[in-house]
């Protein structure tokens, strides 16, 4: 038995197959996340809550998921094609084969959202631009014995498709709030929500409609590299209204009301100095010659 969610024309082996009279169309994923030692009550939320994907080894502790959702790779599934930021489409989920069935009432959260109790074995994934067929065809019944046939409109194919296994990660944790420090070994779907992304992929881009921020650093970046990170933030909405930030204190608060640091500045004066100048003498001479004020009224 397959499925089929909302239209998505892309069907996985008879073998990986899921309950087809779910009419949930959400998902959510909690990671198996397990310490070398007991927990701390008061730390674990705080393991849960951790954003920063670079100190949770790109794995996050619950992912969202439903069919023909954009998402973007947190790390690389398969190189050179799905990679790291590679954006895709979810084309299948493959349960585990434990899963309790989704219509039962224990397992809904709300309508339209089902809480699993398991891992999927698998996400299947559209990677964008991409036509290579990195999964098997599969054949219709006429063509079981000699193979798919690309002119069969029965027969599937799977252009562009790969299957994403949750991976394992090890990771520390130090919490100074409640002194409490631990190593945390997490298994996750390497994919996020598309639009959740580092803040490099966001040089040049604005964020429409909105952003939400997280003002989260490395403990050892410099004050230069501190501000352009709160520059990058700040300047990606067309206004502060379209901003919601996380972890605004008053040390974030301290790097805008300082400025641009001295440093920078004096590198950006060198770079630019000379090309202003032949600027303002271009800009000098085309006003001689458009017989204009020497100077704008």
Not at 149 to 172: I, M, N, S, Y
């Amino acid at each position: 038995m397959l499925l089929v969610v909302r239209g998505v024309d892309v069907h996985v082996h008879e073998s990986e197959t899921i309950c087809s009279k779910c009419s949930a169309n959400t998902f959510l994923l909690p990671s198996r996340g397990c310490a070398e030692q007991s927990l701390h009550s008061r730390a674990l939320p705080r393991i849960a809550a951790r954003t920063k994907l670079v100190s949770n080894k790109t794995l996050t502790w619950i992912c969202f998921f439903h069919m023909d959702m954009r998402i973007r790779f947190t790390c690389s599934a398969l190189p050179p094609w799905a990679s790291q930021d590679t954006p895709g489409q979810i084309a299948g989920i493959h349960l585990h084969p434990a899963e309790p069935c989704l219509t039962s009432k224990n397992q809904t959260v709300q309508a339209g959202i089902v809480l699993l109790q398991y891992l999927p074995l698998a996400i299947y994934v559209k990677i964008d631009k991409c036509d290579i067929e990195f999964l098997p065809p599969r054949s219709c019944h006429a063509h079981v014995l000699v193979g798919a046939d690309l002119e069969c409109a029965q027969c599937r194919f799977f252009p562009g498709v790969v299957r994403v296994k949750p991976e394992k990660v090890t990771w520390h944790f130090n919490s100074k709030t409640v002194d409490f420090k631990t190593t945390v070994q997490r298994t996750q779907v390497p994919l996020v929500y598309e639009k959740a992304c580092p803040l490099y992929s966001l040089q040049g881009e604005t964020t429409d409609p909105g952003l939400v921020a997280h003002f989260e650093m490395p403990a050892r970046t410099s004050s230069d590299i501190r501000f352009l990170i709160v520059y990058v933030m700040l300047s990606r909405v067309r206004s502060l209204a379209k901003l919601r930030t996380l972890g605004l204190d008053e040390k974030i608060i301290a790097i805008i009301e300082a400025g641009p640091p001295t440093d920078l500045i004096g590198t950006s004066n060198q770079l630019l100095e000379q090309k202003i100048l032949k600027t303002k003498d271009k800009t000098k001479s085309a006003r001689e010659l458009l017989c204009w004020p020497s100077q704008p009224k």
